[in-house]
Nanobody, 121 residues
Framework: QVQLVESGGGLVQPGGSLRLSCAAS????????MGWYRQAPGKQRELVAT???????SYADSVKGRFTISKANAKNTVYLQMNDLKPEDTAVYYC???????????????WGQGTQVTVSS
């Protein structure tokens, strides 16, 4: 019923920047929370940042001061601006969202397919 599609990943040098986008589509009534997770090879998936419908944000300690999460409500899109990228930021980044659909009052979580971010010289 709901699909999340990430874009904006790629290869960047240390200290560079990337902007990830995640567009939600489908039978959406309301989006309560959108966020970004990442998973590096051999590591657990970790929460990077979240933003609520009231625009409150949270960040993992490892990205505070470097990453900024934002959203465009009219486009059901969340962004992750990543600055001063480091090699340890290399991972597949996944969009996640808590959504109420038009067919139910319940709230469900949906995942995107992921976009690769590689930080290397």
């Amino acid at each position: 019923q709901v699909q999340l599609v990430e874009s904006g990943g790629g290869l960047v040098q240390p200290g560079g920047s990337l902007r990830l986008s995640c567009a939600a589509s489908g039978n959406i009534f309301s989006i309560y929370v959108m966020g970004w997770y990442r998973q590096a090879p051999g590591k657990q998936r970790e929460l990077v940042a979240t933003i609520t419908s009231r625009n409150s944000t949270s960040y993992a300690d490892s990205v505070k001061g470097r990453f900024t999460i934002s959203k465009a409500n009219a486009k059901n899109t969340v962004y992750l601006q990543m600055n001063d990228l480091k090699p340890e930021d290399t991972a597949v980044y996944y969009c996640n969202s808590e959504v109420r659909t038009t067919t139910s009052t319940a709230v469900f979580r949906y995942w995107g397919q992921g976009t690769q971010v590689t930080v290397s010289s």
